[in-house]
């Protein structure tokens, strides 16, 4: 017989387990979810999930709330900041049911590629009584002003960065393989109005101005006819082609202006050219160049430019696989582009390296050769001496393209490591990134070699030329980024890419401006051809622009 006590345990055990089924069988309500008031900027659309570009010009900010505004709130709960502090006092504010005007007074302007902040208070509320979740600060970011349309400032603050012309000799020219012959006035046009322009601080160019490469394979390169010896004499003749010689004359003045800094850094296309014999071509040029064939420049903190072609390994110096030549394989891939080019008139696509982007260097030879082949219709024997070479980087006689292709693969991935260390590449990279290189747009290489944590010297702008595609990017994508990658693009001939060409970047850092941000633009140089004039201008049309908060 159990005795009272067990029963009494038991039966108070029982009624806790009958109220416990009770309590978890009994269905929950749905718990109303919070609301509360919400905000945005009615006349523009938020950035990278971050901040609202807005016209330096503008002479008012609208706020446009999810509900009508309490107008008694408003008064003490909006405030307006920039780098100068507190710019209350420069503002009234207008109320009408969910907007929010806030006018700015005549004596004040908004500054150009400047940061400012909006801070709205939980004490602003609703006509119903909502409120915002918690005090919200909306970032505001003016654009910077655009070079050549708004020159009213003595302020010398820009960069204006460029790359990828690729003038060709006078033969070039005259045979109809050059790839700059259509964009001369538009160039010639775009440096006169840099020089005038009280804005220009320094002009870059990021390589590729002169094109060595662009021969077709059944020339010689040098055109011992025309009193062509060696490089030196090339860069001279290219110089002198009556297609560049006003483009020369305008970076001569630009150069010995006294108030514009002339850069170059040399590219793939003009790696042999020398910091010698561009000064005797351009007197007071600033030479960028760091070993043959490579150069970098970095005008403040926290920002690099290069050609790019260090990360390519169809096109960077390669001078371990051929002691003596440092000419890489995309030499002699660019040679019989050069023949299609000239045997159908100057119609092609000299963008070839997006053919390349293969596992390893004999398939994606392979792949590039072939791909011209049936592009041009070209009957070429790859085993015949066809490739006249004539003297360029030292090499005396021709080549056959499988001749080619058997001098690089017998050691160039053996040497790659090498390579890079000879060539400077701050984060190693296997060989197969460095081939997928050729078919990308480099934004991966330079967050990868500048951006990354690992990178030996992290940067905020890094600015590329060569792949001939004009962009801006981000890294990594999203209001936390760290870094901006943007590419300059090219010059070369509408034809001949699928990418828009006559662009250029116009870059404000912030260090020069006094501004908490480093602004770069994105510009295409086209025909004003809805002026009016019976003989329209260029004019530089905005592509896109982005911006970064510096360090300090």
């Given at each position: 017989?159990?005795?009272?006590?067990?029963?009494?345990?038991?039966?108070?055990?029982?009624?806790?387990?009958?109220?416990?089924?009770?309590?978890?069988?009994?269905?929950?309500?749905?718990?109303?979810?919070?609301?509360?008031?919400?905000?945005?900027?009615?006349?523009?659309?938020?950035?990278?999930?971050?901040?609202?570009?807005?016209?330096?010009?503008?002479?008012?900010?609208?706020?446009?709330?999810?509900?009508?505004?309490?107008?008694?709130?408003?008064?003490?709960?909006?405030?307006?900041?920039?780098?100068?502090?507190?710019?209350?006092?420069?503002?009234?504010?207008?109320?009408?049911?969910?907007?929010?005007?806030?006018?700015?007074?005549?004596?004040?302007?908004?500054?150009?590629?400047?940061?400012?902040?909006?801070?709205?208070?939980?004490g602003l509320r609703s006509v119903s009584g909502l409120t915002l979740a918690s005090n919200t600060t909306i970032e505001v970011r003016t654009a910077a002003k655009q070079l050549l349309i708004d020159n009213d400032?003595?302020?010398?603050?820009?960069?204006?960065?460029?790359?990828?012309?690729?003038?060709?000799?006078?033969?070039?020219?005259?045979?109809?393989?050059?790839?700059?012959?259509?964009?001369?006035?538009?160039?010639?046009?775009?440096?006169?109005?840099?020089?005038?322009?009280?804005?220009?601080?320094?002009?870059?160019?990021?390589?590729?101005?002169?094109?060595?490469?662009?021969?077709?394979?059944?020339?010689?390169?040098?055109?011992?006819?025309?009193?062509i010896r060696d490089s030196r004499d090339y860069f001279h003749s290219i110089a002198n082609a009556p297609v560049n010689v006003n483009i020369i004359s305008e970076l001569k003045a630009i150069a010995s202006s006294?108030?514009?800094?002339?850069?170059?850094?040399?590219?793939?296309?003009?790696?042999?050219?020398?910091?010698?014999?561009?000064?005797?071509?351009?007197?007071?040029?600033?030479?960028?160049?760091?070993?043959?064939?490579?150069?970098?420049?970095?005008?403040?903190?926290?920002?690099?430019?290069?050609?790019?072609?260090?990360?390519?390994?169809?096109?960077?110096?390669?001078?371990?696989?051929?002691?003596?030549?440092?000419?890489?394989?995309?030499?002699?891939?660019?040679?019989?582009?050069?023949?299609?080019?000239?045997?159908?008139?100057?119609?092609?696509?000299?963008?070839?390296?997006?053919?390349?982007?293969?596992?390893?260097?004999?398939?994606?030879?392979?792949a590039a050769i072939e791909y011209l082949k049936i592009h041009y219709t070209l009957n070429l024997a790859a085993d015949s001496s066809n490739v006249l070479m004539g003297g360029i980087d030292n090499y005396p006689?021709?080549?056959?393209?499988?001749?080619?292709?058997?001098?690089?693969?017998?050691?160039?991935?053996?040497?790659?490591?090498?390579?890079?260390?000879?060539?400077?590449?701050?984060?190693?990279?296997?060989?197969?990134?460095?081939?997928?290189?050729?078919?990308?747009?480099?934004?991966?290489?330079?967050?990868?070699?500048?951006?990354?944590?690992?990178?030996?010297?992290?940067?905020?702008?890094?600015?590329?030329?060569?792949?001939?595609?004009?962009?801006?990017?981000?890294?990594?994508?999203?209001?936390?980024?760290?870094?901006?990658?943007?590419?300059?693009?090219?010059?070369?001939?509408?034809?001949?890419?699928?990418?828009?060409?006559?662009?250029?970047?116009?870059?404000?850092?912030?260090?020069?401006?006094?501004?908490?941000?480093?602004?770069?633009?994105?510009?295409?140089?086209?025909?004003?051809?809805?002026?009016?004039?019976?003989?329209?201008?260029?004019?530089?049309?905005?592509?896109?622009?982005?911006?970064?908060?510096?360090?300090?």
């Amino acid at each position: 017989m159990k005795s009272p006590r067990i029963t009494a345990l038991f039966m108070m055990t029982a009624l806790v387990c009958i109220a416990v089924i009770h309590v978890s069988c009994k269905k929950k309500e749905p718990q109303p979810e919070p609301v509360y008031l919400t905000v945005n900027l009615s006349r523009s659309m938020m950035q990278n999930g971050l901040y609202y570009p807005l016209n330096y010009q503008e002479r008012s900010i609208e706020l446009d709330f999810s509900q009508a505004l309490d107008s008694s709130t408003v008064q003490g709960n909006i405030s307006f900041s920039g780098k100068e502090g507190n710019l209350d006092s420069k503002f009234t504010m207008i109320s009408s049911g969910r907007k929010l005007i806030m006018a700015f007074k005549p004596d004040f302007n908004l500054r150009d590629g400047w940061r400012y902040e909006i801070l709205i208070k939980t004490g602003l509320r609703s006509v119903s009584g909502l409120t915002l979740a918690s005090n919200t600060t909306i970032e505001v970011r003016t654009a910077a002003k655009q070079l050549l349309i708004d020159n009213d400032t003595l302020q010398r603050t820009s960069i204006v960065c460029i790359s990828d012309i690729h003038m060709g000799d006078p033969r070039s020219a005259a045979l109809g393989y050059c790839w700059f012959t259509r964009n001369q006035s538009a160039l010639e046009s775009l440096l006169n109005a840099v020089l005038v322009n009280s804005q220009v601080r320094q002009v870059v160019i990021l390589g590729d101005l002169f094109d060595e490469w662009i021969v077709p394979y059944r020339l010689a390169p040098f055109d011992t006819g025309a009193g062509i010896r060696d490089s030196r004499d090339y860069f001279h003749s290219i110089a002198n082609a009556p297609v560049n010689v006003n483009i020369i004359s305008e970076l001569k003045a630009i150069a010995s202006s006294g108030t514009i800094q002339l850069v170059y850094v040399p590219g793939n296309h003009d790696m042999l050219l020398t910091n010698e014999i561009l000064q005797e071509i351009i007197p007071g040029v600033i030479w960028k160049g760091d070993s043959t064939g490579l150069g970098h420049y970095s005008p403040v903190d926290e920002m690099i430019m290069e050609h790019g072609h260090r990360y390519d390994f169809f096109n960077c110096p390669q001078p371990l696989s051929n002691p003596g030549h440092i000419l890489p394989p995309g030499y002699f891939v660019s040679r019989l582009d050069a023949e299609g080019l000239m045997e159908h008139g100057g119609k092609g696509h000299p963008q070839t390296k997006s053919e390349k982007g293969q596992l390893e260097f004999m398939t994606a030879w392979t792949a590039a050769i072939e791909y011209l082949k049936i592009h041009y219709t070209l009957n070429l024997a790859a085993d015949s001496s066809n490739v006249l070479m004539g003297g360029i980087d030292n090499y005396p006689g021709p080549f056959s393209y499988n001749g080619a292709r058997d001098m690089y693969a017998s050691n160039i991935e053996e040497f790659w490591s090498a390579t890079e260390s000879r060539n400077a590449v701050p984060v190693m990279m296997p060989v197969l990134m460095a081939i997928l290189n050729g078919s990308l747009d480099l934004s991966f290489a330079a967050s990868y070699e500048f951006m990354q944590p690992e990178a030996p010297g992290v940067y905020k702008l890094v600015v590329f030329g060569h792949t001939h595609n004009p962009m801006i990017s981000v890294y990594p994508a999203g209001k936390q980024y760290t870094g901006i990658y943007a590419n300059t693009g090219s010059w070369v001939n509408a034809e001949l890419s699928s990418k828009p060409v006559r662009t250029f970047l116009v870059i404000k850092p912030g260090a020069w401006t006094g501004s908490e941000l480093d602004v770069v633009s994105l510009f295409q140089y086209n025909l004003d051809s809805g002026s009016g004039n019976p003989v329209p201008g260029y004019v530089p049309v905005l592509i896109s622009e982005e911006s970064i908060v510096r360090s300090n």
